[in-house]
T-cell receptor
Framework: DAGITQSPRHKVTETGTPVTLRCHQTENHRYMYWYRQDPGHGLRLIHYSYGVKDTDKGEVSDGYSVSRSKTEDFLLTLESATSSQTSVYFC??????????????FGEGSRLTVL | KNQVEQSPQSLIILEGKNCTLQCNYTVSPFSNLRWYKQDTGRGPVSLTIMTFSENTKSNGRYTATLDADTKQSSLHITASQLSDSASYICVVTTGVGMEYGNKLVFGAGTILRVKS
């Protein structure tokens, strides 16, 4: 298994509170991604990083921010959580881009419930 | 609009039987197609990755096919086992979207349940 650790694995919070999810990798891969998974939908990209301090938005980035100060850590922050952000969040990593046959490895997920 | 449609949404089969899951896509331009297995409460795990020139790819009892002309893929599971119970996700990579990371379009998945 790829060395990806997400924390916390489960969190319940209240509307309006800030939340930070952490993704830690031991593979030294360049690319890191945050996805959310909701019932009836495919995984959707929130933000991704292509290097330390290099990040960009995905398709559902509103309400989320990210930071990557070290190769191994990618943080996802919800500045003011809303009920629509209740979801399962997955971190993923890849050594290179995904245009060819580069593997994408996923973490175990963080289940967030916003009440 | 880039889309990946999977069918059926869910499927129940008896242990030992074979099954085939379908994936139709409208993603363009096409780069590659991936199948993932996701156990309940776990992250997706890669089964196969196929590029435009590959028609068939196997991984143990899993065989994926790709018809780039009709934009269809299938995942065939042979001699199913209880441990095959999972969600199977089809993912198509397009060569445009993100400058560095490329864009993955995920299907919603097919939930397979294998009964004894």
């Amino acid at each position: 298994d790829a060395g990806i650790t997400q924390s916390p694995r489960h969190k319940v919070t209240e509307t309006g509170t800030p939340v930070t999810l952490r993704c830690h990798q031991t593979e030294n891969h360049r690319y890191m991604y945050w996805y959310r998974q909701d019932p009836g939908h495919g995984l959707r990209l929130i933000h991704y990083s292509y290097g330390v301090k290099d990040t960009d938005k995905g398709e559902v980035s509103d309400g989320y921010s990210v930071s990557r100060s070290k190769t191994e850590d990618f943080l996802l922050t919800l500045e003011s959580a809303t009920s629509s952000q209740t979801s399962v969040y997955f971190c993923a990593i890849s050594e290179g881009g995904l245009l060819n046959t580069g593997e994408l490895f996923f973490g175990e997920g963080s289940r967030l419930t916003v009440l | 609009k880039n889309q990946v449609e999977q069918s059926p949404q869910s499927l129940i089969i008896l242990e030992g039987k074979n099954c085939t899951l379908q994936c139709n896509y409208t993603v363009s331009p096409f780069s590659n197609l991936r199948w993932y297995k996701q156990d309940t409460g776990r992250g997706p795990v890669s089964l196969t990755i196929m590029t435009f020139s590959e028609n068939t790819k196997s991984n143990g009892r899993y065989t994926a096919t790709l018809d780039a002309d009709t934009k269809q893929s299938s995942l065939h599971i042979t001699a199913s086992q209880l441990s095959d119970s999972a969600s199977y996700i089809c993912v198509v990579t397009t060569g445009v979207g993100m400058e560095y990371g490329n864009k993955l379009v995920f299907g919603a998945g097919t939930i397979l349940r294998v009964k004894s």
